[in-house]
């Protein structure tokens, strides 16, 4: 059973959030301070500030509640998700599932441009308005089912197309693995690393496997810390996340500088993000995730359903086409002109046109 849903958070919640950044003690910066270190201190205090006094968060709740969104208990967990019907008769619904440190928002921009087809866009348990079980974290093949369930038992689909990067990327590849009669297809933004060409020997990889390797390599290095703090003491960062706007910011926002095509952002994608985890207080419940995907997963299995690639130029650590062919069953695989990690919040056209081709794609095979 399903309940409707708004977002709405109160005034006083944005004076107290005001009230936060404007108490907010800022380190000095570094010489030459351009991000190489972490967080770069002044484009944070330049966010802080606009956050604090121009911001305007009423300005996309309306926006999104134009959408109908609903909540609804599977296995213990209360699920939030937007639900909006397409206008298209015949066509397979969508599935889009997001990843950290973003939310639904990664795909609102494109909701007017798949008015076409019955969207689904549930918020990961920690996320937003989701909530965890008691043990604290899920992990991606846990959530699997329980959109699996959502799709069919809440909203009575018998088949579908799902689509995810990052955490939504795993979650996407275990339904395809579980239920290739009801997921018609997958179309992926990032297949996430590939583990196997790290792993193995230099003589034994093609040119551009070896490359990879070395870059991932590299990556692991300079920026693969997060995921260890994350995985491990996800509520020592917990602290951090709850209590300061700047800490919560800082600890965000060095992600999407690092992963974007920076220069399609705004300050107010930026905000947007930044204020639905402070006012759902998720910033330390999102991150559970990492735990549990680090530590209790199981075995995937195979993917035998169709599955579309869109490779974005500046997302984290590209896998080499040829492998990503050797591993998925590709029927479609497109090189995006721009973009990085967060897919459709930096290029939602490109991302809808491109789906979109997908999906009649395999109408047309059935």
Request: glycine share 6%.
């Amino acid at each position: 059973m399903k309940t409707d849903f708004h977002i709405h958070f109160a005034d006083e919640q944005f004076e107290e959030l005001r009230r936060r950044i404007s108490m907010t003690r800022l380190p000095e910066p570094i010489e030459g301070d351009n991000w190489s270190l972490g967080t770069d201190v002044h484009y944070l205090s330049s966010l802080l500030t606009y956050w604090r006094d121009s911001y305007d968060w009423r300005r996309k709740e309306a926006e999104l509640n134009q959408y109908p969104q609903f909540t609804c208990e599977l296995d213990g967990v209360t699920i939030h998700f937007f639900h909006i019907p397409g206008s298209r008769k015949g066509s397979l619904p969508l599935l889009l599932t997001h990843g950290w440190p973003d939310s639904f928002l990664r795909y609102a921009k494109a909701f007017p441009l798949l008015s076409e087809f019955d969207l689904v866009v549930p918020s990961l348990p920690g996320f937003a308005f989701s909530t965890l079980p008691p043990k604290g974290f899920l992990n991606n093949a846990e959530v699997a089912e329980l959109w699996h369930k959502l799709m069919t038992e809440v909203l009575g689909y018998r088949e579908y197309i799902a689509s995810g990067g990052d955490m939504g990327r795993g979650v996407t590849c275990y339904l395809a693995a579980r239920y290739p009669k009801e997921v018609r297809g997958i179309y992926l933004t990032d297949v996430g690393s590939a583990g196997a060409i790290v792993a193995s020997a230099d003589d034994v990889l093609t040119p551009s496997e070896l490359d990879y390797k070395r870059r991932a390599l590299e990556w692991t290095r300079m920026e693969g810390a997060y995921i260890n703090i994350n995985s491990t003491k996800p509520q020592t960062l917990a602290f951090m996340l709850s209590d300061s706007p700047a800490g919560m910011a800082a600890w965000i926002v060095e992600k999407y500088h690092s992963w974007s095509d920076w220069p399609l952002l705004t300050m107010d994608d930026l905000c947007d993000c930044l204020t639905l985890y402070w006012m759902t207080n998720t910033g330390y419940t999102s991150i559970r995730a990492y735990h549990g995907n680090s530590f209790t997963l199981p075995p995937m299995g195979e993917i035998t359903v169709p599955t579309a690639i869109a490779a974005f130029p500046h997302d984290v650590l590209p896998v080499p086409r040829e492998w990503v062919e050797k591993h998925y069953p590709v029927v479609r695989y497109t090189n995006m002109a721009r973009g990085g990690h967060f897919t459709a919040l930096e290029q939602p056209r490109e991302f809808a046109e491109d789906i979109t081709h997908f999906a009649d794609m395999l109408v047309s095979r059935a």
